[in-house]
């Protein structure tokens, strides 16, 4: 899966409960991003970090936070504040420079 | 805001037909990807069109980049089940790497 990978593949949580997916890349990449699938659509950005210790809203970043502490992770949180959290969640990485994005598999998110 | 629509939808084809998916922003790209994702899988690029005008072919695959920069398509000539899956197109803006996907589109072919 291109050096990426996701854990969990499935998530399950509780309405009200704060949720950590996580992202690591062994490719080297500078830029790392979160996206959101639903069904049916498109992936709308949630975060990216183009750099170590940087990171930028992307355009749902309401609900959600990141850190960036090391090169190679890229976590993202589902707080309680996000009102519709169920989804698909994917990360990529890229080198700055080049556009083309390496995903990793993905985690299914279900809060109930 | 930025924006990349993208249609069809949905397209239905028996085998051997063609296919083609178009992308249209609102403003200049700088550039424009295209990824393809199988069904319960994720995306996985496919190519990347940077210059005005630039038309790139892989196999039956023909991408396009128009020389507004605000359009692009994906011809697939004479499809096969193996091609099944949702394309998405990616553009970006600026020189930074951000990128607004299109909603895809799904492509069902019939043996």
């Known amino acids: 899966d291109g050096g990426i990978t996701q854990s969990p593949k499935y998530l399950f949580r509780k309405e009200g409960q704060n949720v950590t997916l996580s992202c690591e890349q062994n490719l080297n990449h500078d830029a790392m991003y979160w996206y959101r699938q639903d069904p049916g659509q498109g992936l709308r950005l949630i975060y990216y970090?183009?750099?170590?210790?940087?990171?930028q809203k992307g355009d749902i970043a309401e609900g959600y936070s990141v850190s960036r502490e090391k090169k190679e992770s890229f976590p993202l949180t589902v707080t309680s504040a996000q009102k519709n959290p169920t989804a698909f969640y994917l990360c990529a990485s890229s080198q700055v420079g080049s556009y083309e994005q390496y995903f990793g598999p993905g985690t299914r998110l279900t809060v109930t | 805001g930025q924006q990349v629509m993208q249609i069809p939808q949905y397209q239905h084809v028996q085998e051997g037909e063609d296919f083609t998916t178009y992308c249209n922003s609102s403003?200049?790209?700088?550039?424009i990807q295209w990824y393809k994702q199988r069904p319960g899988g994720h995306p996985v690029f496919l190519i990347q069109l940077v210059k005005s005008g630039e038309v790139k072919k892989q196999k039956r695959l023909t991408f396009q980049f128009g020389e507004a920069k605000k359009n692009s398509s994906l011809h697939i000539t004479a499809t096969q089940t193996t091609d099944v899956g949702t394309y998405f197109c990616?553009?970006?803006?600026?020189?930074?790497?951000?990128?607004?996907f299109g909603s895809g589109t799904k492509l069902n072919v019939k043996p």
């Open positions: 970090s183009q750099i170590v210790n940087d990171f």
């Open positions: 990616a553009g970006g803006v600026g020189n930074f790497n951000k990128f607004y």
């Open positions: 403003t200049t790209l700088s550039n």
